[in-house]
């Protein structure tokens, strides 16, 4: 039995030991994220899998945890009769984005501006949470670099589309921080 490695535990005690026969960690380690999307409108930081080229997607492994993240929205207050309910919106002027599942790329999504008797200007948020991952395309199969892609995710009803909505903050406006590792497997 290996007396070395990292030891995985799950809720009830148990581990598993993870030792250079099983993964060779390539990367890992604190990661500041970009505040602004790559030049092709996607949005991350690549990690090099070097020395290794083409690697098959089944063999790489990601973890990403989210350290230090921000969220935008502003709450709102109006008279509803004799009461004042209290909501959670997005923020007029906060640079969200949207993301196509399908290619990756981020457009950016604009929140309305709370305009009073404009229902079609408040767009309001049910939740919010950190998201984060290796993030890539369906299509690829083979990877010389993994991409870290990290943001604060807002679930929010967009009233003039008519439509929930994923919208996500980057950078430090959203995730700013995250500890990551990445490994191979079959190395």
Not at 13 to 19: H, N, R, V
Request: glycine share 10%; aromatic share 14%.
């Amino acid at each position: 039995m290996h007396t070395y490695g990292i030891k995985v535990y799950n809720t009830a005690g148990e581990f598993a030991l993870l030792t250079p026969k099983m993964a060779k960690i390539i990367a890992g380690g604190y990661l500041t994220m970009p505040n602004s999307l790559n030049g092709d409108n996607t949005y991350g930081t690549d990690i090099s899998l070097s020395p290794f080229t083409n690697v098959p997607r089944e063999d790489i492994g990601v973890i990403v945890q989210p350290s230090k993240v921000n969220w935008k929205a502003t709450i709102g207050c109006f008279q509803n009769g004799g009461s004042y309910p209290f909501g959670w919106y997005a923020k007029d002027g906060v640079a969200y984005y949207t993301k196509s599942d399908v290619t990756g790329v981020m457009s950016a999504w604009s929140a309305g501006a709370m305009v009073v008797n404009n229902i079609n200007t408040w767009d309001g948020m049910c939740n919010c949470f950190p998201l984060a991952g290796w993030d890539f395309l369906d299509a690829q199969t083979t990877f010389n670099n993994v991409r870290i892609w990290a943001a604060m995710t807002h679930i929010v009803y967009d009233y003039s589309a008519s439509q929930w909505l994923a919208v996500h903050t980057i950078g430090n406006q959203g995730v700013e921080e995250v500890n990551y590792m990445v490994f191979l497997k079959n190395r």
